[in-house]
């Protein structure tokens, strides 16, 4: 059966690249009937955050890529904890130093590195790997204060866990040879590896916690939805056969295969995700995104105020956080600026005074104040005006919302109500000279 494992470490906020690796490794699983497995790299204790594993859990469970609780032989149901096995690996260490495969050196256990050898392996990304022994040296396994050195623990664990497929970062690629050392002197098949290239920032840096928003909390606090963010992970190191952009996250675990994925490091577009994300919100029906703005994107808004703005701002959405800021307007009057209001025309300033003042004794006497009336009286005041469509209602835009962006207008003017279009126009034109 197939078993793979992500292994964090839970040194802090559950990252973007924990999901990135967790999602290709859960896709695998599922594909092939099998089971993804949580570690917790938690032997350094100095870096050790006790939040952290509750913090990565939960992202997991966001994502709805949450790993299978599966035992293993004489062990307890997922996540594994390496600080709740230390003495596995120290008897290990202190076997190798008995046949003499190890030896001991100011307190610490080394591992002797054979000599004249090829450490190498057929990885299923990136093809025949080779590395020769005689450029590595002897290397810790078992540190002065009995902690295991990761690439030792690693060995122990995927052993242990009996993992087949070791699905992880090209980082790690360094690393394999040591941990193929270990497999080669206990006598044991390694699992079949292979390496993913690492998200990379716009300046084609890795990712950085220090430089880029790196934290899935964060991802989660602006409003992507988690299965837009999968998506577009997804496509960070594959490709769709069909060459779609939208797929949800079974249909990727339906047509993975490890032969698909690429080699070349991906850029981390936020362009790209925020248009994915916008298509997602599109997608969802009027209802799911009221029950999720109001959660927890817009508590300062009323409900049904969001039940009227919802129809209203949906198209343009690029995330869920973006709502309250876009309708604000509607509960605060906003201070509109004044090089703003008269900057939507190249005419006179008290010619633009003038066709405010006239927009509104043309929507005084308006009664029924539908959209579609509304937008009548605006077209009509066209006709007698030389003003473009775009300056026309783009200054009627201005003065009632302080912005360029907002929902269509004459929706706008509807959800405002009568009154209080009024009320804003006439304030516009007092701020004309």
Excluded at 5 to 17: K, L, M, Q
Excluded at 201 to 224: C, I, M, N, T
Excluded at 349 to 355: L, P, W
Aim: proline residues 6%; aromatic residues 10%.
């Amino acid at each position: 059966m197939v078993r793979v494992r992500i292994a964090p470490s839970p040194t802090g906020f559950a990252h973007v690249g924990t999901a990135y690796m967790a999602l290709f490794n859960w896709a695998f699983a599922k594909k092939n009937q099998g089971v993804f497995v949580l570690r917790l790299e938690d032997t350094d204790q100095k870096r050790h955050v006790p939040e952290a594993e509750k913090a990565i859990c939960s992202a997991l469970k966001w994502l709805n890529i949450s790993p299978d609780e599966s035992p293993v032989i004489g062990g307890p149901f997922g996540p594994y904890r390496q600080s709740e096995r230390l003495k596995r690996y120290q008897e290990t260490a202190k076997e190798l130093v008995k046949s003499g495969e190890a030896y001991e050196k100011e307190g610490a256990i080394w591992l002797i590195m054979p000599r004249d050898i090829t450490l190498g392996w057929e990885d299923a990304v990136r093809g025949q790997i080779d590395f020769d022994s005689n450029q590595l040296k002897d290397w810790v396994i078992l540190k002065s204060d009995l902690n295991p050195t990761y690439n030792f623990a690693n060995v122990i664990d995927d052993l242990d866990m009996q993992i087949t497929h070791v699905i992880r970062g090209e980082e790690h690629i360094s690393n394999t040879p040591l941990q193929l050392s270990v497999y080669r002197i206990l006598e044991k098949e390694p699992p079949i590896f292979a390496h993913l290239p690492v998200l990379r920032a716009a300046d084609h840096k890795k990712l950085s916690k220090r430089r880029d928003p790196v934290s899935l909390q964060w991802f989660k606090e602006e409003g992507y939805l988690p299965e837009a963010l999968l998506n577009f992970l997804a496509l960070q190191g594959w490709s769709h056969p069909q060459e779609k952009d939208m797929f949800p996250a079974d249909e990727f675990a339906e047509l993975i295969s490890l032969e698909r994925i690429k080699t070349s490091a991906p850029v981390f577009d936020f362009k790209k995700l925020d248009w994915l994300n916008g298509q997602y919100i599109k997608s969802k029906s009027d209802q799911e995104l009221i029950d999720l703005i109001s959660k927890d994107y817009a508590k300062n808004i009323p409900l049904e105020l969001i039940e009227k703005f919802i129809p209203l701002v949906k198209e343009r959405l690029r995330k869920l956080k973006d709502f309250s800021e876009s309708v604000y307007f509607f509960i605060k009057v906003p201070d509109v600026p004044l090089p703003l209001l008269t900057g939507q025309t190249k005419h006179a300033t008290a010619e633009i005074k003038q066709i405010i003042d006239q927009t509104i004794k043309a929507y005084e006497k308006e009664k029924s104040w539908t959209t579609a009336e509304l937008e009548t009286i605006g077209h009509n005041l066209l006709e007698t005006t030389s003003w473009t469509p775009r300056e026309l209602f783009m200054t009627i835009r201005v003065a009632l919302s302080g912005k360029t962006a907002t929902p269509p207008l004459f929706e706008m003017m509807m959800v405002l109500g009568k009154e209080e279009t009024l009320r804003r126009l006439a304030y516009a034109s007092k701020l004309l000279p």
